[in-house]
């Protein structure tokens, strides 16, 4: 065996200088005080990181990035943007604009709060950060009008609300983050169940090194992440690791743009690094999809991020992630002079085109009354094509996944199906906490897949008929709809401020108030956006862009 190279070190991800505009968010709290050997120590106080936290989970939940913003717009400006794009894009920005409001959070599903920090050596605190930071998630939380997600486990198989959204997801690690040791640096996330669904790792190897198996790989895997998670998407894929675990938490860091300062080459010291080449290359193949921002076109993403870690000769671990158009990260920073957090943007209406509803249609938007019998409204539905664009007024029923759980034990027990999902369409939702003076709080659609199980049995007992919800359904769903004659309608993902401000007028419980936002729900709904996916004839959007783009390989 040859002699060992001489030792180096470099971190596994090098970030680069940090540009990021802050604000000052205190001045107080934090100290300097003198220490041993004329070291001089950062001192902060446990309620700095509860104020810090609090801040930065309002300030992601009502306010985003200017960039994601610009590319929003840019779509928008953009000639080859299918007309569907620019529709949802338009949707997103005034969503946007409302959520800066600061009353109703710009999605639905306020996610899991997600804190990772880097405390230099030269800080010091009393120990209980991460108690500390969680006590900010709870007072976000429960200050605001956001929803409670995290369910706590009583047994292996009965789970409650935990009412506060707390657990938080919280690391701390000790190191001098960009070489401060009297620095304290962080990032906050809060990632939605339907985003966070879309994390993939792969175990793959070596044959997996070349370029057309490589796009070949990425073309079949991009596809499956489908329309759920709300594009466009910020994706992020990491090639190689250390371990699997460590590929998936890169493209977690790498979908919320935080090493975007990584270098763009490797070397002997075996770092990570960003493939700027392949990162352009994907997000060119994306464009070939046709998915484009979930009803068809081209923006199935804003951009990607590749980037590639060392690994172990017999593993190759792929991951990928996405942040969806609820795009909520922010980093933040304290240091002597003080309490620091990512400035984000307050004023979004600035982003908003000049332009009317008719300027982003080629066809007639069918307005749909759901007021009729749910015979005539099928009858409609049936007249018009899949992607066809509709808007809906009149009442849904709202129930998600454990009322249809409810609801399946019922009839397997020889029960009738209610008499609510036979009469009306279906909306698959959970609403946040509804503001005083507004009739709902945010109150977008929940991913459709997760009830795709219950579609067969349901309309085979007259309910379920048309179904509203956001991204794409099994193959099983589309054969139950063409059997039965049933639809099943997407909604845009993302707008859910908008929504409850603009399109929803009423809302009342129907059955299983216990269960919270789980609840069944009536609501009254005014020219609510939807398209046709699934036809009764078997038609599915979705069905027409799974076809491979891909025919030649890597230039």
Known sequence: MSSAAAFSHAPLLPLGEDLTEYRLVSDEGVDVVNGPGGRRFLTVEPAVLTQLTAEAMHDIAHYLRPAHLTQLRSIIDDPAASPNDRFVATDLLRNANIAAGGVLPMCQDTGTAIVMGKRGRHVLTD??????????????????????????????????????????????????????????????????????????????????????????????????????????????????????????????????????????????????????????????????????????????????????????????????????SADRQAVAKITPSGVWLEKLETDPARFLPDVTDETLETDAVVKIDLNRPMDEIRAELSRYPVKTRLSLTGPLVVARDIAHAKIAELLDNGGQMPQYLRDHAVYYAGPAKTPEGYASGSFGPTTAGRMDAYVEKFQAAGGSMVMLAKGNRSRGVTEACHRHGGFYLGSIGGPAARLAQDCIRHVEVLEYPELGMEAVWKIEVEDFPAFIVVDDKGNDFFAEVTKPVLTVGRR
Request: net charge neutral; proline share 5%; with cysteine.
């Open 127 to 324: 120990g209980l950060d991460e108690e500390a930071i969680a006590r900010g998630v709870y007072e976000a939380y429960t200050r605001l009008n956001l929803r409670y997600s995290q369910l706590a486990p009583i047994t292996m198989w009965d789970e409650r609300n935990t009412g506060t959204n707390l657990p938080a997801q919280i690391e701390l690690y000790a190191e001098d983050p960009g070489g401060h040791p009297d620095a304290y640096k962080f990032l906050f996330m809060a990632k939605g169940g339907g985003s966070a669904n879309k994390s993939f790792l792969y175990q793959e190897t070596k044959a997996l090194l070349n370029p057309t198996r490589m796009m070949q790989f990425l073309e079949e895997k991009l596809r499956l992440i489908g329309t759920a998670a709300c594009p466009p998407y910020h994706l992020a894929v990491v090639i190689g690791g250390t371990s699997g675990e460590h590929a998936l938490k890169t493209a977690k860091l790498a979908s919320a743009k935080y090493l975007d300062t990584l270098p763009t080459s490797g070397s002997m010291l075996a770092h990570g690094f960003r493939d700027v080449e392949l990162e352009a290359e994907v997000l060119e193949l994306t464009r070939q999809f046709g998915i484009g921002a979930q009803f068809g076109g081209r923006y199935f993403c804003h951009d990607v991020r590749v980037v590639r870690l060392p690994r172990h000769g017999a593993s190759c671990p792929v991951a990928i992630a996405v942040s969806c």
